[in-house]
Every structure is written in structure tokens, then in C-alpha cells.
């Protein structure tokens, strides 16, 4: 029997009870007529799924239940999109991904395995620099500037491009999707997205792409709109490829929207080498979310 969600709407059991990481995987759909939306389901296991789990997966983008979940109780966490049934294929498969590689990424998250960024980065980057025609593809957050020889250590790989490049991109990382191409929500913000797991199943690199689907976030400036804004990404080498990159001006102040200026410590001795391109950081801060005092704060700084 299907069972039945908020607002009465009908949930089908597409797989599961399935098991991953210390959780209950289950994949749901709720038909909606020409869009399906899909639900990833992560139910905290017991001794029978090998949990519980060691952490929960709201690093990853996941979110608990606003409500009593009608497939995974209480305990039960989501990803949701909104997919034609045409891709439903696309979306199993990266739901099987995404419990296979479950374990590794609870592993990094919470018990200090180490990410090989650098060899699933170059992954990412053969695979983007070699399809036909062209993707337009760039790489941002902190993985930019670890390619550019800052001493950082990113969380994920996170890229950026234009909406027609969402799809591509996951189309050219298909082996390694744990998300589909598809509008959701990255962290409450409305995004046509897609996620990976680059590597193998017990190791690899986290990637994320998204274009923001809100209509004042996608026309505002930002490292993530550099394209549709006329910003050329940065050209670097990086172990013998060109790798397109976004400013540092777009990447630094990306990362102090989200975390304040406390986000740039470290970075003084690397920011000395790097003279500002200000006319394009003055546009950027104008178009930011900083309050005026923060915008006072970080142009100091930079």
C-alpha cells in the first residue's frame, strides 16, 4: 500500500528498505502529473542496518523530517527533487550510489579519513575539459583556492557553470552521481543542482554543482553567477591541465557571506601575492549581502 504524506498526497515505495552507512535507505515518489518528486529517505539503523549511524548526513545537504515520516518514523532524514518520470532511472541510480558511498562519507565526516581531493579533482576536470562541445565549467569555494596554493582544506568540490551546464556536467559524471540534475534545495536556497561521489565506493571526493533558481539570487552577482555576468573564470595550470577557476575576489567573498570574515584566516601571506583586481571586487561587494559594517571589514582586509 502506498503510504501517505503531508497534505495527503500519495508516497510510493520505489526501493527499499535498503542499507548504507548505519542507516534505512528508502526511495520514494510522489507522482504530481508531467513531474515526479523523488525522495531520498535516510532512516537511522539499528544493530540490523550496522548502526547507528556515527553522524547524521545534514553535512552532505540531507535535512530531518519537518513532520513524523510516514516511511522512516521520527529518525529520518531527506533529499527531495523534482524530476521528470522520464528520468527515473537516472535518479535510482544515483540513490544506489548514494547509500553505497554512505559509509565512506560519514567516514570523512566524522571519523578523520582523509579526501583525495587532488586525484579525484583531476577526475573531474579530464572528464569536464574533454566533452564535445564545451561545457562551461569552472571550479570555486575552497577547492579554488587550494589549485591556486592556499593552504586550505575543503569540505567538498564544488563547481560552477550555467544552467544548460548542470545537466551536462552530470551527464559527463554519471557513473558517480548521488544526485540528479534537477531543481531542490541547497541549505533552504531554491538551485537547479546535481551532487557526486567521485572515486571509488570506500574512497573519493564529494562534488556539488548548482545555479541558484531564485530570480533576485540569479541575476545578483556572485561567485556562482560569474558566468551569466560576463566574468571570465580565472585560467591556471594544475598538474599539467588548465583548469578554469573563479576569481579570488568572487571565492573569497563567497566564503565571508557564509562564515564572516573569520573564514579568510590563514589566507594573509597568500592574499599579499595576489594584488586585487578591484574594480571587479568593488562590483562583487556591491552586489553582496554584507551589511555595510562587513563590507567596511572585508575590503580592509582584501
Given amino acids: 500500500m502506498p503510504a501517505t504524506a503531508s497534505g495527503g498526497a ?35 539503523g539499528g544493530m540490523d542496518a550496522n548502526g547507528p549511524p556515527k553522524g547524521s548526513p545534514v553535512p552532505f545537504g540531507w535535512r530531518p523530517s519537518s513532520t513524523m515520516c510516514p516511511i522512516g518514523g521520527r529518525l529520518c532524514w531527506h533529499r527531495e527533487f523534482a524530476v521528470p518520470l522520464s528520468d527515473a532511472l537516472l535518479v535510482r541510480n544515483a540513490y544506489n550510489r548514494t547509500r553505497f558511498v554512505m559509509e565512506a562519507m560519514i567516514a570523512q565526516e566524522y571519523g578523520g579519513i582523509p579526501v583525495p581531493f587532488d586525484a579525484a579533482f583531476e577526475t573531474v576536470a579530464d572528464a569536464l ?132 570574515t573569520g573564514s579568510l584566516e590563514g589566507l594573509e601571506s597568500w592574499l599579499v601575492e595576489r594584488p586585487a583586481d578591484r574594480p571587479l571586487l568593488e562590483r562583487l561587494v556591491h552586489a553582496s549581502t554584507l551589511s555595510a559594517t562587513q563590507r567596511t571589514e572585508f575590503l580592509g582586509r582584501y
Fill in 10 to 44: 500519495s508516497l510510493e515505495l520505489v526501493s527499499g528498505p535498503d542499507l548504507g552507512g548505519g542507516f534505512l535507505h528508502q526511495l520514494t515518489v510522489e507522482r504530481l502529473g508531467a513531474v515526479q518528486k523523488f525522495i531520498f529517505h535516510a532512516q537511522e
Fill in 129 to 260: 575539459n574533454g566533452a564535445e562541445p564545451r561545457i562551461p565549467w569552472f571550479v570555486g569555494g575552497r577547492m579554488a583556492l587550494r589549485v591556486q596554493g592556499a593552504n586550505v582544506e575543503p569540505r567538498e568540490i564544488q563547481l560552477g557553470t550555467t544552467p544548460e551546464g548542470v545537466a551536462r556536467i552530470a551527464t559527463t559524471l554519471q557513473e558517480f552521481a548521488t544526485e540528479p540534475a534537477a531543481p531542490t534545495e541547497w541549505d533552504g536556497r531554491p538551485v537547479l543542482a546535481a551532487r557526486a561521489f567521485v572515486g571509488t565506493l570506500r574512497a573519493g571526493a564529494r562534488v556539488g554543482w548548482a545555479i541558484p533558481t531564485d530570480e533576485r539570487e540569479s541575476h545578483r552577482l556572485s561567485e556562482w553567477t560569474i558566468l551569466s555576468n560576463g566574468v571570465t573564470p580565472v585560467s591556471i595550470d594544475w598538474h599539467g591541465r588548465p583548469i578554469p577557476v573563479a576569481p579570488p575576489e568572487a571565492t573569497l567573498l563567497g566564503l565571508t557571506e557564509l562564515g564572516g
